[in-house]
Each structure stands twice: as structure tokens, then as C-alpha cells.
């Protein structure tokens, strides 16, 4: 790591449907229109590469790949992302928002696929080169809502059916205990927030700007950087 991260890396997890990429966006615009630096990104993807292997594995049609394959690939779009997109920018001082990061993969390949949490930990080791968020928020509403609210987003849009989202409860039960897990080792850096089925998009992100607080006041005000 040839630069040193001055940026603010910012992270939201949690199983399909729990919305976090809508606050993921709507923190976003927040921060821009306080006068902060900020880039939204997401995994996978982020980079052209990183875009295809998404695609790869996101594909409803693939039902033969193996857990470690899937983590594999993951990881690899994990690298070039953060070799493209979330180091330059945190050595430039931005805030990087991203929709998902490294705690996916203990939560989705090592509890939800049963690849051991030593295997995942050597992966993350290699490709996050010491990489970590300040902070992730954990969106946590109810396994089956989360899953009622996937399952209608590809009724109204098939082109949005998503390998993962056709996976069984019982799948993302396993998921959300990995996350409760990680939140329970890290309780300082991983925050949950409880949300409601009927909590209106803008209370939750009043939430989740209080949760960010702390961070800003250690980032400092507003810099001049180029947006």
C-alpha cells in the first residue's frame, strides 16, 4: 500500500430486499449536498471487471458452480476493486460508500455456503490488502420480508431474477447469523439497525445519519476536493 488512506470507507450489508442499496444511494446524495467529497460504488462490480464478474455471478441460469469457485470469483472482483477504485479514492481523502464489502463473503460463502471461516479469512487476507471499513451498517429486517420484497422486484422486472435471490429461507438465515456474528466480534466498527417492514425510506436514513456522525466528526469538515 503505497499511499496512505486519508478517505472515509463506509459499507452497508445485508440480506436481499433489506434495502441498504437504497440508503447506500440516499446517504450518498446526503454527503455530496453537505459539501463532502463522495463516490458510491458496489460489489461485485465497481470496475469494468468487476461489472462482467457480477454479471457471472448474479446469472439465475448458472446452478452447477461450487462454494469456493463462488468465493473465488467474488474476492477476484473484490481485488480489482479495490485496486481501481477504493484505494485511489481513500488516498485522495474521498468518502467511498459502497453496497457491500469483504463481511459478505463470511456471511454469504462462509455461513451461508459452509466454507470454513479460516478459508475465507486467508481469501480476504490476499485480496483486501488490510483494507477495512470504518464503518458498516447492517440493515436487519425480518429474513422473510426481506425475501417477499426480492421476490417482487422480479415479478415487476425479470431482467433483475439473481442467482441469489431464488436461494431458500432457511439460506439467508444462516446469512443473517454470519452478519450477527461479525457484529458481535466488532461491535465498535459493525452496526446493526433494526428496520421495520412499514419504516418509511427517509426515518431509516435519519438512522443511518446518526450512525455516520461520529465518523464525519473524525473526517473533518468538508474539503475542497474535485467531486
Known amino acids: 500500500m503505497d499511499k496512505k488512506l486519508t478517505g472515509l470507507f463506509l459499507t452497508f450489508e445485508g440480506v436481499e430486499g433489506c434495502g441498504k442499496t437504497t440508503q447506500a444511494n440516499l446517504l450518498t446524495k446526503h454527503?455530496?449536498?453537505?459539501?463532502?467529497?463522495?463516490?458510491?460504488?458496489?460489489?461485485?462490480?465497481?470496475?469494468?471487471?468487476?461489472?462482467?464478474?457480477?454479471?457471472l455471478?448474479?446469472?439465475?441460469?448458472?446452478?452447477?458452480?461450487?462454494?469456493?469457485?463462488e468465493a473465488l470469483l467474488f474476492s477476484a472482483a473484490r481485488?480489482?476493486?479495490?485496486?481501481?477504485?477504493?484505494?485511489?479514492?481513500?488516498?485522495?481523502?474521498m468518502i467511498v460508500v459502497t453496497d457491500r464489502f469483504s463481511d459478505a463473503t463470511f456471511a454469504?460463502?462462509?455461513?451461508?455456503?459452509?466454507?470454513?471461516?479460516?478459508?475465507?479469512?486467508q481469501i480476504n487476507e490476499l485480496t483486501t490488502w488490510g483494507v477495512k471499513p470504518d464503518l458498516t451498517i447492517m440493515l436487519d429486517l425480518e429474513?422473510?420480508?426481506s425475501l417477499k420484497r426480492a421476490q417482487l422486484r422480479?415479478?415487476?422486472?425479470p431482467a433483475l431474477m439473481d442467482r441469489f435471490e431464488i436461494e431458500q429461507e432457511d439460506f439467508f438465515?444462516?446469512?443473517?447469523?454470519?452478519y450477527l456474528e461479525i457484529a458481535r466480534n466488532e461491535p465498535e466498527r459493525f452496526k446493526v439497525m433494526d428496520v421495520k417492514p412499514d419504516e418509511p425510506e427517509k426515518s431509516i436514513q435519519l438512522r443511518v445519519q446518526d450512525l455516520v456522525r461520529d465518523c464525519l466528526a473524525s473526517y473533518g469538515p468538508p474539503r475542497n476536493l474535485s467531486l
Do not use: C, W
Open 154 to 157: 422480479m415479478i415487476s422486472d
Open 57 to 69: 455471478l448474479k446469472d439465475p441460469a448458472i446452478s452447477d458452480m461450487q462454494p469456493l469457485t
Open 108 to 121: 454469504y460463502q462462509g455461513y451461508g455456503r459452509k466454507i470454513p471461516l479460516d478459508i475465507i479469512r
Open 143 to 145: 429474513v422473510r420480508e
Open 173 to 178: 438465515r444462516q446469512v443473517r447469523e454470519g
Open 31 to 55: 454527503l455530496k449536498e453537505l459539501g463532502y467529497p463522495v463516490v458510491f460504488t458496489r460489489e461485485p462490480g465497481g470496475t469494468p471487471i468487476g461489472e462482467k464478474l457480477r454479471k
Open 79 to 93: 481485488y480489482q476493486h479495490i485496486q481501481q477504485m477504493i484505494m485511489p479514492n481513500l488516498s485522495e481523502g
